[in-house]
């Protein structure tokens, strides 16, 4: 079992309409987690950090935590074609540490 | 803030020569970190470091790979007889960190490597 999984996609939603994106993960103590778009051949980009359980907004984004079932996810609310992407989630297994990746969710918004 | 900067941008290399690739961090971040992507997958953590010291070593890393930051600063990786096998995107990210709470990592554009 990977410790981080996604669903490779692509996910293809219609512009303007909501993406979510999930993420699992197998270490119960991990304390840090992050999704990071990247676009090809570019280097991964920091969206949005979550470390308590609950919903947390920045913009159009929004992410999600529940420890207990060991899943985070990541909403995009009025997708736009300039978020089709790649969305990496990452978990750090303790604060202050390095960052374990899962594969990555192909995202395409079309217009 | 200059973000995370690395160079050589692209390298490609014949089998069996070494390569060196530097990175400089956010300016005053105490944190560095090496990863390795493949097409497909997701960066593979290999070192970090913690002003000068090396902190930790991924378990998969082949002793062929190196790592240093002499001075706290700015980082190298090198890689000797290099295979086919280590072709790859070679991405470094930095962070300010001091303990006791939440670390945010910020990636430079990474080194990309082909070996023929």
């Known amino acids: 079992q990977k410790e981080v999984e996604q669903n490779s996609g692509p996910l293809s939603v219609p512009e303007g309409a909501i993406a979510s994106l999930n993420c699992t993960y197998s270490d119960r103590g991990s304390q840090s987690f992050f999704w990071y778009r990247q676009y090809s051949g570019k280097s991964p980009e920091l969206i949005m950090s979550?470390?308590?359980?609950g919903d947390k907004e920045d913009g159009r984004f929004t992410a999600q935590l529940n420890k207990a079932s060991q899943y985070v996810s990541l909403l995009i609310r009025d997708s736009q074609p300039s978020d089709s992407a790649t969305y990496l989630c990452?978990?750090?297994?303790?604060?202050?540490?390095?960052?374990?990746f899962g594969a990555g969710t192909i995202l395409r918004v079309k217009s | 803030d200059t973000g995370v900067s690395q160079n050589p941008r692209h390298k490609i290399t014949k089998r069996g020569q070494n390569v060196t690739f530097r990175c400089d961090p956010i300016s005053e971040h105490n944190r560095l970190y090496w990863y390795r992507q493949t097409l497909g997958q997701g960066p593979e953590f290999l070192t970090y470091f913690q002003n000068e010291a090396q902190l930790e070593k991924s378990r998969l890393l082949s002793d062929r790979f190196s790592a240093e930051r002499p001075k706290g600063s700015f980082s190298t990786l090198e890689i000797q007889r290099t295979e086919q096998g280590d072709s790859a995107m070679y991405l470094c990210a930095s962070s300010s960190y001091w303990g006791g709470g939440q670390e945010t990592q910020y990636f430079g554009p990474g080194t990309r490597l082909l070996v023929l």
């Open positions: 990452a978990v750090s297994m303790e604060y202050g540490n390095k960052l374990v």
């Open positions: 979550i470390y308590s359980n």
